[in-house]
């Protein structure tokens, strides 16, 4: 064996695959965001459904009876009529979104800008090459993860649906998956993919280029350095910019995903997406657009807190022999009825194994 082959097994992981550890890693970290986290998206989702006017040409009058609540108030509903614990409501299909979403956009997005785009020459990352790589990285990864968008979307409304008096949808994930499968075929996963794409391009257009600028700026202008206090100020500002051009596609993109289909899956409430966009402004007001701002906001900050401290945890536990543990307090912390993870520990836990370099560090 070769001399620089010798070199190269003994680096650390993280820096022999750097790409699939960041996919790794990135799974991991929004995993446990989106448990923290998602409590704040299930109240945005049902304050994105309250008072949905194209409700009426159905002869549904929930719109009519339901009054309307606010963030705090949907959230203390929820606890006090369904139970704390339905606060997780459809928490699974949201974390099989979020390892398909969150790696493959910051994937893609990385490999866009160092080696699509490239920096300048002085290593500065040029504004508008951040604004098309991060629309370009949310498109594709919203547009694979769509289906469990879907799911997830569907799940997190079963319980008013319950308190209505409806019929459940489903009896669990899978079932959902194959229910939907079933009705609408492979098309029917993807119900509600264009406004869920644009909602994508415009978070990331938001969230990414001010992430990066708002980070650059704080390095380059003052006494901070490139850590978690820096992250964790870009996220904020990035949260807010993010919100402001998201929530109305967001709305859009909810209302289309849990709209009654009948049995070749078609929508029965709205044609498109600009059919839902024009009846929501016409029957509701503009302001109905930014229903669920607030939550969309406090989860977009707190779930990017999470998430970098998380990943820079995991990245420094990367490299040493601590690595496994960490997988496996990982695992540990997810909901005890999420069985499917467990192949993601020994997936993990294997892939870390293959390296010679790890066995020297023991």
Same mark, same amino acid.
């Given at each position: 064996?070769?001399?620089?082959?010798?070199?190269?097994?003994?680096?650390?992981?993280?820096?022999?695959?750097?790409?699939?550890?960041?996919?790794?890693?990135?799974?991991? @970290?929004?995993? &446990?965001?989106?448990?923290?986290?998602? /409590?704040? +998206? !299930?109240? *945005?989702?049902?304050? $994105? %459904?309250? =008072?949905?006017?194209?409700?009426?040409?159905?002869?549904?009058?929930?719109?009519?009876?339901?009054?309307?609540?606010?963030?705090?108030?949907?959230?203390?509903?929820?606890?006090?009529?369904?139970?704390?614990?339905?606060?997780?409501?459809?928490?699974?299909?949201?974390?099989?979104?979020?390892?398909?979403?969150?790696?493959?956009?910051?994937?893609?997005?990385?490999?866009?800008?160092?080696?699509?785009?490239?920096?300048?020459?002085?290593?500065?990352?040029?504004?508008?090459?951040?604004?098309?790589?991060?629309?370009? @990285?949310?498109? &594709?990864?919203?547009?694979?993860?769509? /289906?469990? +968008? !879907?799911? *997830?979307?569907?799940? $997190? %409304?079963? =319980?008013?649906?319950?308190?209505?008096?409806?019929?459940?949808?489903?009896?669990?994930?899978?079932?959902?998956?194959?229910?939907?499968?079933?009705?609408?075929?492979?098309?029917?996963?993807?119900?509600?993919?264009?406004?869920?794409?644009?909602?994508?391009?415009?978070?990331?257009?938001?969230?990414?280029?001010?992430?990066?600028?708002?980070?650059?700026?704080?390095?380059?202008?003052?006494?901070?350095?490139?850590?978690?206090?820096?992250?964790?100020?870009?996220?904020?500002?990035?949260?807010?910019?993010?919100?402001?051009?998201?929530?109305?596609?967001?709305?859009?993109?909810?209302?289309?995903?849990?709209?009654?289909?009948?049995? $070749?899956?078609? =929508?029965?409430?709205?044609?498109?997406?600009?059919?839902?966009?024009?009846?929501?402004?016409?029957?509701?007001?503009?302001?109905?657009?930014?229903?669920?701002?607030?939550?969309?906001?406090?989860?977009?900050?707190?779930?990017?807190?999470?998430?970098?401290?998380?990943?820079?945890?995991?990245?420094?536990?990367?490299?040493?022999?601590?690595?496994?543990?960490?997988?496996?307090?990982?695992?540990?912390?997810?909901?005890?009825?999420?069985?499917?993870?467990?192949?993601?520990?020994?997936?993990?836990?294997?892939?870390?194994?293959?390296?010679?370099?790890?066995?020297?560090?023991?």
């Amino acid at each position: 064996m070769s001399v620089p082959e010798d070199e190269e097994r003994l680096l650390p992981l993280a820096q022999r695959w750097p790409r699939a550890s960041k996919f790794l890693l990135s799974g991991c @970290a929004a995993t &446990v965001a989106e448990l923290a986290t998602f /409590p704040l +998206d !299930l109240t *945005k989702t049902r304050l $994105q %459904m309250q =008072g949905e006017a194209a409700l009426a040409r159905l002869g549904d009058g929930a719109r009519e009876s339901a009054p309307y609540r606010g963030m705090v108030r949907t959230a203390l509903g929820i606890v006090q009529e369904e139970g704390f614990l339905k606060l997780w409501q459809g928490v699974t299909p949201a974390i099989y979104r979020h390892v398909v979403y969150s790696g493959g956009r910051m994937v893609t997005y990385e490999h866009l800008r160092e080696v699509v785009f490239g920096k300048s020459e002085d290593k500065h990352y040029p504004l508008w090459k951040s604004v098309i790589g991060g629309m370009m @990285a949310g498109v &594709v990864g919203q547009f694979l993860a769509n /289906p469990t +968008d !879907l799911v *997830k979307v569907q799940m $997190q %409304m079963e =319980g008013k649906r319950k308190l209505e008096g409806k019929p459940l949808r489903f009896r669990g994930v899978h079932h959902a998956f194959a229910k939907i499968l079933s009705e609408g075929g492979i098309r029917g996963l993807w119900a509600g993919w264009v406004p869920n794409i644009q909602r994508a391009a415009l978070v990331n257009m938001g969230d990414l280029t001010t992430y990066d600028t708002v980070k650059h700026y704080l390095v380059l202008n003052t006494p901070l350095e490139d850590n978690i206090t820096t992250h964790g100020l870009s996220s904020l500002c990035s949260g807010l910019v993010a919100s402001i051009l998201g929530t109305p596609a967001d709305v859009i993109k909810s209302r289309i995903m849990n709209q009654p289909r009948d049995k $070749q899956g078609r =929508g029965l409430l709205y044609k498109s997406s600009t059919d839902c966009l024009i009846q929501a402004v016409q029957g509701e007001g503009f302001m109905s657009l930014y229903k669920g701002f607030l939550p969309s906001w406090l989860r977009m900050v707190t779930s990017g807190f999470s998430f970098v401290f998380v990943f820079f945890v995991l990245k420094l536990l990367l490299i040493c022999k601590y690595f496994p543990l960490s997988l496996l307090v990982f695992s540990m912390a997810l909901p005890p009825n999420h069985n499917s993870f467990s192949f993601l520990y020994l997936f993990l836990f294997s892939f870390y194994l293959s390296s010679e370099s790890c066995y020297l560090s023991w």
